[in-house]
């Protein structure tokens, strides 16, 4: 997906949310600040926003001397979702329909995104939680998943944030044992998932853990490592979790690719077709991302 004119506020209001969270310094505050207008104003809109949330974060810990800036951030996430996961494991063996309801949990941990929203609250996960319960997939989407997943011997499951990993091995449980390997990120990057994560989740007593080869907030597969490319290309199902996942593979060509995500800003529920806040569960061929849609265009 490109990045549209209505991505640059979200990534100057980003790197000024993230400084100050960061550090009190007004010094490196403002340096961030003025780096990421640069950056905007020399920004390619042909390419993901993910390569500008890279480029930031990258920054940040320079700035700061702070390798995992949000690692306090991921850990208590972590530790949240995991007090949840008894319960919602518990809905889903009840459920008629476990494997769904698994999938609607792991959308819901989508929500843990500090990217999107910095100041997000237990309260928020909580909401998204019921939301879940109460809300629905889409029927014939959810089918087409359900028999991807069941007919694939090799799937590769690309995570998206930490604490939303815990969620998504409600849905791992539900797919074929020995199928599945996670992919996580190479290094920190906001709080997306990493392998210290995904241990701390208990993933990796679940299924193989692999990462990506690189920081980017998605999965831009130029920058990913060629063995992570190999195990991407030779993989019979890829489930990519999040928006940024979307926003980094929306236009490439695996034969058999699943985005499950929350919408959570306009540009992204447009770019779907869908409404801010919806469930998604879509498969990559069945729809043609907005991408062609000028730039200007107004999301009201």
Known sequence: MRTYLDCVPCFIGQALDSARRRTDSPTIQEQLLREALTLASKLSFAKPPPIMGRLLHRRLRELT???DPYRTAKHKANQFALRLYPELKELVIQS???????A?????????????????????????????????????????FRQAVKSAGDILYLADNAGEIVFDCLLIEQMPPGSVTVAVKAGPIINDATREDAEA????????????????????LDLCSPSFRRRFDAAHLVIAKGQGNYETLNECRHRNLFF????????????LGCRVGEMVVRRHETFAPHHTRNLGESLT
């Open 65 to 67: 001397g702070q390798p």
């Open 96 to 102: 008629e329909d476990p494997l769904g309801a698994a």
């Open 104 to 144: 609607k949990f792991a959308i819901a941990g989508n929500v843990i995104d500090l990217g999107v929203k910095t100041g997000l609250t237990q309260n928020d996960v909580r909401s998204s939680i019921q939301e879940a319960i109460e809300g629905h997939l889409e029927p014939e989407a959810l089918e087409d």
């Open 201 to 220: 989740a208990g993933l990796t007593d679940l299924v193989e853990v692999i990462d990506s080869g690189d920081d980017a907030p998605g999965t831009v």
């Open 260 to 271: 499950l995500l929350k919408a959570k800003c306009g540009v992204i529920a447009r770019d």
